[in-house]
């Protein structure tokens, strides 16, 4: 395995310089001679083949403006759109550009009004890249810390609601991982490897989108277990934060089976997490 990944690991390197070099300069986009405001024109010559999709023109644009014109007041801009040209393309070797690019302007211009914008982005070069629940999950946790940097930096951002939503997304996905994992436990009836897994879960991100299926898991594993009273307070809680689910009904009747087969269990606070 090692022997094969890090060839590939140079390999990529390899490509990724040859693309910076290709699109830094081997035909560059100037602005024709005579023209008033050049820096001008290569933004707005940039900013439409950004929205064209044409990666590498606007890169060309957007490149000879920040190499060119170090004054100009677009240059700011223009370095966001190389960036965004990178992210565009949706490759792992422009991603890796991507966050480079953004990482620069956040270094260059750290309390300019875009900012925000470039911290947004670093976290998606790493959105982007997320992998299935069951795979490896490096690429989550980059997100995960990109995106939550953004929230005490920038709290009056308009992109704030877009940084949640993803940001959510992005825990989710590491939440499915171990929820996955405590599934195979639970399949395979080690019901102490699904407490241990799904509990500290539960305690680092209480807001989990799919934690019906943590509370079922947690709540059959506790009565599997023996341990009916702390069973019972996960099931109550899937049908109090519930309405649907597809452990709704069941989770009724355990809760009818537990408080009839255990009447302490009636005695413990609700909500209340052992």
Known sequence: MTRTRKPTAILLVIVALAMAGACGGSNPKKPPTGTPEPDKFLWERGTENLNNKKWITAREYFRQLVDSYPQSKYRADAKLGVGDTYLGERSAESYVLAANEFREFLNFYPTHERADYAQYKLGMTYF?????????????RN???ELQAFIPKYPNSPLLPEVKEHLREAKDRLDDWDTGVAEHYFRIKWYPGVIGRLDPL????PEYTRRDDVYFYLGESYARNGRQAE???YFERLVKEFEQSEHLEYAKKRIAE?????????EIP????P
Do not use: W
């Open 231 to 233: 069973a019972l307070v």
């Open 258 to 266: 537990l408080k009839a087969s255990t009447p302490a269990a009636k």
């Open 143 to 145: 997100a995960i810390k």
């Open 128 to 140: 982007y890249q997320m992998r299935a629940a069951m795979r490896d999950q490096s690429e989550t």
């Open 270 to 273: 609700k909500g209340q997490i």
């Open 202 to 205: 539960l305690k680092n991100d």
